[in-house]
């Protein structure tokens, strides 16, 4: 299983920040695994911030990130997607795809570095 980032390496602050996860070696839809975002900064560590589940049909966000998260999907592409709006400096993280929910997760993406800055 590989899962790659891809999206903007800089962003501006009050701009959306748009994020897209790439399976390969594992269909999305197969029951059943939740495929989330988290993030990691030097200030606020690892930060779970929602996920998908193989249906499609739940979708859940961390209460840090429910305002401004959005996580949605692509099955044909076997993509999943992260949107991110208002961002502000402290939204600068390494932001990670990976298998799993809440609390368990097997399979991480390497990591996109994106830096809010003007």
């Known amino acids: 299983v590989q899962l790659q980032e891809w999206g903007p390496g800089l962003v501006k602050p009050s701009q959306t920040l748009s994020l897209t996860c790439t399976v390969s070696g594992y269909t999305i839809t197969t029951a059943y695994y939740s495929w989330s975002w988290i993030r990691q900064s030097p200030v606020k560590g690892l930060e779970w911030m929602g996920a998908?589940?193989?249906?499609?049909?739940?979708?859940y966000y961390s209460p840090s990130f429910e305002s401004r998260a959005s996580i949605s999907r692509d099955t044909s592409k076997n993509q999943f997607f992260l949107q991110l709006t208002s961002v502000t400096f402290e939204d600068t993280a390494v932001y990670y795809c990976?298998?799993?929910?809440?609390?368990?997760?097997?399979?991480w993406g390497q990591g996109i570095q994106v830096t809010v800055s003007s």
């Open positions: 990976v298998r799993g929910g809440t609390d368990q997760y097997d399979y």
């Open positions: 998908i589940d193989y249906s499609g049909n739940i979708i």
